[in-house]
């Protein structure tokens, strides 16, 4: 499971030895806190609370996420008054990638 979830963190390619070791990086989570999080990710909804944010929010977002589509951070800009959107994107290859 935590091989395929490492997959979805990068847009494009990655070489092995990059993937092995950010996996690496994931077995060295406690167990229960990387499900803790995957629940919490299904589970939370702060949909309704955006509104109630008063302070000046940036929010910078990968157009191309997997885990949380772009789409979203397009509302949340849309509900947090004076909240700004900054969208990520990769323009050309990573070389260390």
Known sequence: ???????????QYITV????????????????STAAVMMSLRDENVYNDLGKILVPTLIIHGIHDKVVPFKNAQETNKLIRNSQLVPFSIQRPCSFL
């Open 1 to 11: 499971m935590l091989r395929k979830l490492t997959d979805t963190f990068f847009f």
């Open 17 to 32: 030895p990059f993937s092995d070791w950010f996996f690496q990086i994931c077995l060295q989570a406690a167990g229960w």
